[in-house]
């Protein structure tokens, strides 16, 4: 019988227990001897990530491994805290841009959400530019993703993020408003209370570390 689901205080110590035991096996090997180093840790982030992405991007069944640009824009639009007014001329703008487009790799999409995880650097580095009086316009993003992000940013993907967030088509983003929605996006909306359990299996997480730091910092009795 397979381990049941449960993350609600009220059910049980199930996920919890699971959890635990899967990650310290994880990190420290069978024996749990083995030392958990930054780098591996970053490893396992990286690898949670990219994963956690693959399904969002599969849920969109693409075709040839590739996905539509209004599934991409959907991906870009969710949990960014859009109005729903604005959300739906947002979304006609982009079907109005790519009635037959090509669609995106997951490739381009990841590099894209890689770039967006940079957003606190990337927002400084726009600043800069803004500063100097250039624009944020397709080749600034493509620079900026080079520089901060160490990503290449497809002339494809932009065309996409140009046509959701460039209101006026004069070929420039707003910098305050592209970077406040996908600050946004980031969090996922994961810092409200409706989190589906997400912030307590976080909880989960760090108890199982410091649990298993103790044990192995206190000499057995």
Same mark, same amino acid.
């Given at each position: 019988?397979?381990?049941?689901?449960?993350?609600?205080?009220?059910?049980?110590?199930?996920? #919890?227990?699971?959890?635990?035991?899967?990650?310290?096996?994880?990190?420290?090997?069978?024996?749990?001897?083995?030392?958990?180093?930054? #780098?591996?840790?970053?490893?396992?982030?990286?690898?949670?990530?990219?994963?956690?992405?693959?399904?969002?991007?599969?849920?969109?069944?693409?075709?040839?491994?590739?996905?539509?640009?209004?599934?991409?824009?959907?991906?870009?639009?969710?949990?960014?805290?859009?109005?729903? #007014?604005?959300?739906?001329?947002? %979304? @006609?703008?982009?079907?109005?841009?790519? #009635?037959?487009?090509?669609?995106?790799?997951?490739?381009?999409?990841?590099?894209?959400?890689?770039?967006?995880?940079?957003?606190?650097?990337?927002?400084?580095?726009?600043?800069?530019?803004?500063?100097?009086?250039?624009?944020?316009?397709?080749?600034?993003? %493509?620079?900026?993703?080079?520089?901060?992000? @160490?990503?290449?940013?497809?002339?494809?993907?932009?065309?996409?993020?140009?046509?959701?967030?460039?209101?006026?088509?004069?070929?420039?983003?707003?910098?305050?408003?592209?970077?406040?929605?996908?600050?946004?996006?980031?969090?996922?909306?994961?810092?409200?209370?409706?989190?589906?359990?997400?912030?307590?299996?976080? %909880?989960?997480?760090?108890?199982?570390?410091?649990?298993?730091?103790?044990?192995?910092?206190?000499?057995?009795?």
């Amino acid at each position: 019988m397979g381990m049941r689901h449960r993350d609600r205080p009220t059910t049980g110590n199930t996920l #919890k227990s699971g959890l635990c035991s899967a990650l310290t096996t994880y990190f420290f090997g069978a024996d749990l001897k083995g030392k958990l180093t930054i #780098k591996n840790f970053l490893e396992f982030q990286r690898k949670l990530q990219h994963d956690v992405l693959k399904l969002e991007f599969e849920r969109h069944d693409p075709v040839d491994g590739r996905i539509t640009e209004r599934q991409f824009g959907g991906m870009l639009l969710a949990y960014s805290g859009v109005q729903s #007014k604005k959300l739906t001329a947002m %979304q @006609k703008q982009l079907k109005k841009h790519f #009635k037959e487009g090509k669609g995106l790799t997951f490739q381009e999409v990841e590099n894209f959400f890689t770039f967006l995880k940079n957003i606190n650097d990337v927002d400084t580095a726009l600043s800069f530019y803004h500063m100097a009086g250039a624009s944020l316009d397709k080749a600034t993003m %493509q620079q900026v993703a080079r520089t901060v992000a @160490k990503v290449e940013l497809s002339d494809h993907v932009c065309d996409v993020v140009f046509a959701l967030f460039d209101c006026d088509g004069n070929g420039e983003l707003s910098n305050k408003e592209f970077v406040s929605i996908m600050k946004q996006r980031l969090m996922r909306g994961l810092e409200k209370p409706k989190d589906m359990g997400f912030t307590r299996l976080m %909880q989960a997480m760090w108890k199982c570390a410091q649990e298993t730091a103790w044990d192995f910092a206190l000499p057995k009795q």
